[in-house]
């Protein structure tokens, strides 16, 4: 593998068809929602206790994103480090990869939502759950929300969707940067080069610091650092008995 050099001029096929895909996807909840269909609350990842949850969304959830900016940040990160990858690893490990990083970004996603969720039904009545289980999603479709800040924080756990693909894409810049750990990157703000392996390890810890300090934010953070976490894991799993770095 000393002799390998990235074709940068192309796109390998899962990275192909998976921006194309995720595109596809952007295209369709655009246009169901001018139907009145809300694919994202469909296909987007609910919390295990709310009703509308479903098994396939573990997987749905991956190709749905909030907007055509979230979208392009992800599809320009998959196209710029995940073509590599394929090119090193071949279609079918990139495709094993890919997945089980952001199945893990969706473990750890839910595992923290859990922590959170258990946190805040230990101090509600029984009747309050209820009462927002069985309501709290016609609520939330109209705008609204609970005055009582439990009842609203528990109302939003189980009703706002999780949605994009950043789990995995997270996790194939973990492994572009255990890969090819000294490859300079060139930044854009400011515009300083950077080996790989520091702006990975940079960018996880800031992850963690937004998670630990912002909960309840808009942003998953800590889907991130899963995709980021089962990414190392695997790639372990895998080096085992080798050393495959750049």
Request: hydrophobic letters at 50%; zero cysteines; charged letters at 10%.
């Amino acid at each position: 593998m000393q002799n390998y050099r990235p074709n940068f001029g192309s796109i390998p096929p899962v990275v192909k068809n998976l921006i194309i895909i995720n595109v596809l996807m952007l295209l369709a909840t655009y246009i169901m929602s001018m139907r009145g269909v809300e694919l994202s609350r469909i296909l987007g990842l609910h919390f295990f206790a709310s009703p509308q949850f479903e098994p396939y969304q573990i997987v749905s959830h991956m190709f749905m994103h909030g907007g055509f900016t979230h979208l392009l940040f992800n599809m320009f990160a998959l196209w710029m480090f995940g073509r590599i990858l394929e090119s090193v690893w071949g279609p079918k490990r990139f495709f094993i990869y890919y997945f089980v990083t952001g199945l893990g970004a969706a473990v750890l996603h839910t595992f923290v939502n859990f922590i959170e969720y258990q946190s805040v039904v230990s101090k509600m009545t029984p009747e309050q759950i209820d009462l927002v289980v069985q309501n709290g999603t016609s609520i939330w479709m109209q705008g609204k929300n609970y005055t009582d800040p439990l009842m609203g924080k528990l109302n939003v756990l189980l009703n706002v969707p999780t949605v994009g693909a950043s789990g995995a894409v997270f996790g194939v810049l973990l492994g572009f940067g255990m890969l090819f750990p000294n490859t300079q990157l060139m930044l854009l703000f400011p515009p300083i080069p950077i080996k790989a392996k520091y702006f990975v390890i940079g960018y996880g810890l800031i992850e963690l610091y937004l998670g630990l300090a912002r909960p309840g934010s808009n942003v998953a953070h800590f889907a991130h650092l899963g995709g980021m976490l089962f990414g190392y894991l695997l790639i372990r799993y895998w080096n085992k008995n080798t050393n495959n770095f750049y």
